[in-house]
């Protein structure tokens, strides 16, 4: 194991639901008021089918919760270990080379472009071969959401250079990688013919309405069907057909336009002063001087991890904003719905709806399954219902009077149109989860401090709290449990906070340990909900905050509205990018940016100032890694 430290509490284990139950026996009699009345959704919980149903248990969550903690390790349940299988700098295993990790940071560009990047995030774990459940032998792909210069470099950001901006590029995209389990533990496996890096240089085609579009066009890409690189990917997703989904989030940061912003560039929050300063090393990312640029990022791409010659696909139909997941759910008549939520203040949750149904015999049909379908935007109305709103040409306002000349336009200003259509604004909609078992779906609402404010929306029923500091759960049942509904019917599953707070601003509405901010979420195998938080840097151990100690990864158990803390992460550290195995006895998690507390990240003259997470070397860096979670008996992960 790789310094991790566990704790004990007096938690104890609550039986739920049989969540294995096939979608028409949890429609059926008793089991369907059993649903309702655990999800509070009687109305969605009922649907066709007649006759009994019989009440039984899941697996219980079977830990006992960890305390909260603002000390520089990993820490988890009694009865677990934890190793860190993967971390920044570590080669990949790509045929070109595996250059070794520097702690000096002295690592170049091309050598980075082998390595694992900085930050990772979104995680999805594929069997090998493809088609199998194999739980001990896959591919995890891994996307790395942004740089640390003060990391990165020796020097941090001074004397910056083409050099250091070729390998910010470098440190960016997503990784694939082969592991396997092998006398009792996990390894990465190198070399190996599927390990590839994607970074931000990475040719990428662009596919859907927008593909070809004036928008979409630059001077190096007059077509405007080719875009260089994937960066900034946060959450991500999957499909039925075995290919990785990375969403990139916040693409704005690498951009700059110190002239006049045009106003899908004031809604995208293109600064007007330089952050990255890609532009000092490649001009495509002067938003001045290459206006269209911005316009091919902000999308869903599609990566096939078992084809490392393949090109990444940018799948302009998925829409076009601050992505957060692409999480799949396979509609009864066979298409496939895609759910995303926009992270940004007073943006939206969406639905995408394909239009044709997925192959489940010829893979390479589904290659562009996500060309062709519905995007819609959400709508929470008081009542508990929902409607989703399709973002469609010709539409509920989207004409080329309102400025939407036709369905590209629609999908590169995807942000506009959910406004004309009237969808709610959220705050700040994060991951998405779904219970293939169940039908239930949710999503996280990490925070926002503007809502209520002068000249701001107000609260509404799915967004209660004004100056919202902590954030919430919000989950819905889509009519007859079809991911492919345009209705549905939601609730609040948990207003994050401190259930024992006596302040409202910062009491939490469920049973169990306090959580601030939840971003990822995720349902494992058995049906067990799992959230990870993130209380951002500027925030995390201070004031208020100081009751929720570092970023935690919790389940939550439905029947009795308890969330347990299953894990804290070290000092300054994100908890994100849950997978699990097929089995569910192996969870791989992410650990990002640890060490980052305010300011600039790291200090490139004291790097380990805040943290010395992995390696806790005397001349080391705080890395951000993949690791692996196993119950010591080998057993299913959270019984």
């Known amino acids: 194991m790789s310094d991790v430290q566990r704790g004990t509490g007096d938690a104890d284990a609550f039986p739920i639901f049989d969540a294995t139950m096939s979608r028409r026996q949890v429609l059926q009699g008793g ?8 999800f509070g959704l009687s109305a969605c919980a009922t649907g066709p089918g007649a006759g009994t149903g019989a009440a039984a248990t899941m697996p219980a969550i079977g830990f006992r919760s ?18 860190v299988l993967f971390a920044w700098g570590d080669p990949v295993g790509a045929a070109a080379g595996s250059p070794a990790f520097r702690f000096d940071a002295s690592n170049t560009a091309a050598e980075q472009a082998l390595q694992a990047g900085m930050h990772h995030d979104g995680m999805q774990y594929f069997p090998l071969p493809y088609g199998s459940a194999d739980a001990t032998h896959g591919l995890l792909a891994i996307n790395h959401e942004y740089h640390s210069d003060g990391l990165l470099f020796p020097d941090g950001s001074a004397n910056w250079s083409d050099a250091k901006v070729a390998k910010a590029i470098a440190a960016s995209g997503v990784s694939v990688i082969e592991v396997e389990q092998k006398n009792g533990g996990w390894r990465v496996v190198r070399p190996s013919k599927y390990a590839r890096r994607i970074t931000a240089d990475t040719p990428c085609a662009i596919s859907g309405p927008a593909a070809g579009a004036d928008l979409m066009k630059t001077a190096r890409d007059p077509s405007g069907r080719t875009a260089l690189g994937t960066f900034a990917g946060c959450a991500h997703g999957w499909t039925p057909w075995g290919t990785y989904l990375t969403c990139e989030e916040n693409f704005q940061d690498r951009f700059v336009n110190t002239g006049t912003r045009d106003a899908l560039q004031v809604r995208d929050l293109i600064p007007a002063k330089s952050r990255a300063r890609w532009e000092a090393g490649d001009e495509r990312f002067d938003a001045a001087r290459h206006p269209n640029e911005p316009n091919r990022f902000g999308w869903v791409v599609e990566i096939d991890p078992y084809e490392p010659a393949s090109t990444p696909v940018k799948r302009t139909a998925l829409g076009r904003c601050s992505h957060e997941s692409a999480t799949p759910s396979l509609a009864p008549d066979g298409r496939l719905a895609i759910y995303t939520g926009d992270d940004k203040a007073f943006e939206y949750v969406y639905k995408f709806v394909s239009r044709d149904r997925v192959d489940t015999a010829d893979r390479a049909k589904n290659a562009a399954l996500l060309d062709h379908g519905t ?16 973002l469609v040409h010709g539409q509920g306002g ?46 996280t609402l990490t925070n926002n401090s503007e809502r209520g404010a002068v000249g701001k929306p107000g609260p509404d029923a799915a967004n209660p709290r004004a100056n919202n500091q902590l954030g919430q759960i919000v989950r819905w049942r889509e009519t007859n449990d079809d991911p492919a509904a345009t209705t549905f019917r939601w609730d609040m599953l948990a207003l994050a906070g401190d259930p024992s707070a006596a302040d409202p601003a910062w009491k939490g509405s469920f049973a169990g340990d306090a959580f601030a901010n939840p971003d990822g979420v995720r349902f494992d195998p058995a049906g067990r909900l799992w959230v990870m938080t993130d209380v951002s840097p500027s925030r995390l151990n201070r004031g208020e905050f100081q009751r929720f100690g570092n970023n935690q990864l919790l389940a939550f158990d439905p029947a009795t509205r308890t969330f ?21 006895r192996t969870a791989f998690l992410n650990v990002q940016h640890p060490g980052e507390i305010g300011g600039e990240a790291n200090d490139p003259r004291d790097p380990r100032r805040n943290s010395n997470w992995p390696d806790y070397r005397p001349d080391g860096r705080p890395r951000s890694a993949t690791v692996v979670i196993r119950k010591a008996d080998g057993g299913v992960v959270g019984s």
């Not at 089991?31 to 655990?38: D, H, Y």
């Not at 909260?68 to 820490?75: E, G």
């Open 31 to 38: 089991v369907a008021a059993a649903i309702a009345s655990m």
């Open 398 to 443: 989207l004409t080329a009077a309102n400025g939407f000349r036709d369905q590209a336009e629609v999908l590169v200003k995807t942000r506009f149109a959910a406004d004309r259509v009237g969808a709610t604004k959220m705050d700040r909609p994060e991951w998405v989860a779904v219970n293939e078992k169940t039908r239930e779906v949710v999503v």
């Open 375 to 390: 995007l819609y935007a959400a709508k929470f109305n008081a009542d508990g219902t929902g409607a989703w709103l399709p």
């Open 66 to 83: 960890v305390p909260i903690s603002a000390q520089d390790a990993l820490v988890v349940p009694d009865g677990y270990g934890a190793s």
């Open 564 to 584: 347990r803390r299953f894990l804290t992460g070290p000092t300054g550290c994100e908890i994100t990018g849950l997978a699990f195995t097929p089995d569910g």
